[in-house]
């Protein structure tokens, strides 16, 4: 926290948070920043040291004047979400580290991740049985059977790693547990005797983890030897992304739903060279979707081919929180801590991009994809063609 010498103070419901003040900081140049980019600069101003900051600043500013960046930076999230498929191998060399510290006369123990660590386990669940009533018991009983070796050893880093984890079959998908239990929006930690506040932000081993920016967290897969090394406190790095700036107007028409969003967009999207950008959606049709259809949309961003595909966090991201059972102290602080980050969406804003693309809405109507590419959308009237 040693990047900000006079972080900003602000107090929400009774108690005095620290957090980033991007606003102070930038002055009028917020506005014109993409909100991915705040959200990125944020982090690196809080968790790095104080040259790194500046350097990062410096590249934030000339990205506004040339729309792109070859400047590298320092990305460290704040959570790793891993599924059972990639967390074994992971798992085995944390075990296999332990053991060489044990042989060298150190305590295997003092080698925990740094960072929480959430794993699902039922990215590979199969299905055996279905149509009759006690499908799910049985395939439960099957799994245990079938995957009882790596259960064990999820158990035993469940019970032995400090900030990890595991969530056992039945509990969900990782996207979906993602999305309707962890993801905080603003995350809350201690540092230096004082409690801070920021986004919240996260790197998935599976390459739809961008799903979660439907409700405003920034997040994007990595592969698994990545995963290891962020979770021992090696930050990401990654050049300041290019941004591509999606703006939404009007409302979708009666009939057409957030998957008929989702197909118009990546048949839009593939429609130009995005060479692994951010993608941003921004204008006044943002606010009228709901999260569940941000989520179909951002759950696309590898069909269309870009890094993420995010959006900001305003008051649907709130509702989302406290329909999905949220406590009250995360919902509560969401708008007031979004405010003073400087990272709350205005939908009239016009943020500088590297390239904007325009998406009515109002256009949209019911459609079909496939039979193998999402971009093949289609019309119901032209299916029998």
């Not at 809080?46 to 900051?53: F, S, T, V």
């Not at 740094?114 to 055996?128: E, F, G």
């Not at 590898?302 to 009250?328: K, Q, S, W």
Request: hydrophobic share 45%.
């Amino acid at each position: 926290m040693h990047a900000l010498p006079e972080p900003a103070v602000t107090v929400i419901g009774g108690v005095a948070f620290r957090h980033v003040d991007l606003r102070a900081i930038l002055g009028p140049d917020l506005e014109r920043l993409p909100w991915v980019t705040r959200i990125l600069l944020e982090n690196v101003l809080r968790a790095a040291p104080r040259e790194e900051a500046a350097a990062a600043l410096a590249a934030a500013r000339d990205w506004l004047t040339r729309g792109t960046s070859e400047a590298e930076i320092a990305f460290r999230p704040g959570r790793v979400l891993m599924h059972d498929t990639t967390c074994i191998p992971a798992l085995v060399d944390i075990a296999a580290m332990r053991d060489a510290l044990a042989e060298a006369g150190h305590d295997p123990a003092a080698l925990n991740p740094t960072l929480t660590v959430d794993v699902s386990v039922d990215h590979s669940v199969a299905v055996d049985a279905f149509a009759v009533r006690d499908a799910l018991a049985r395939n439960m009983r099957t799994e245990i059977g079938r995957n009882a070796e790596r259960y064990r050893m999820m158990k035993w880093a469940g019970r032995s790693l400090k900030g990890m984890r595991v969530h056992p079959p039945g509990t969900g998908i990782m996207h979906t547990l993602n999305l309707e239990q962890l993801a905080t929006v603003i995350a809350e930690t201690e540092a230096g005797g004082a409690r801070w506040l920021m986004p919240d932000t996260l790197l998935g081993t599976d390459s739809h983890t961008p799903m979660i920016n439907g409700i405003g967290v920034l997040a994007w897969g990595i592969g698994g030897i990545e995963a290891e090394s962020v979770m021992f406190g090696m930050p990401a790095m990654l050049r300041l992304p290019d941004v591509v700036g999606v703006r939404l107007s009007g409302r979708l028409p009666e009939g057409a739903l957030g998957t008929d969003l989702a197909l118009a967009v990546t048949e839009l999207l593939r429609g130009v060279e995005l060479g692994g950008a951010f993608v941003e959606f921004f204008g006044p049709g943002v606010s009228t979707l709901t999260a569940g259809d941000r989520a179909a949309v951002a759950n696309m961003a590898p069909e269309y081919g870009a890094g993420t595909g995010y959006f900001p966090i305003d008051a649907a991201t709130v509702a989302y929180l406290a329909a999905t059972g949220r406590p009250a102290a995360i919902v509560e602080r969401v708008e007031p801590a979004a405010r003073a980050i400087g990272i709350w969406f205005d939908p009239a804003a016009t943020p500088r991009y590297t390239r904007v693309l325009e998406l009515d809405l109002g256009a949209i109507g019911p459609s079909l994809a496939g039979p193998r590419r999402p971009q093949d959308r289609l019309a119901p009237s032209d299916a029998p063609a």
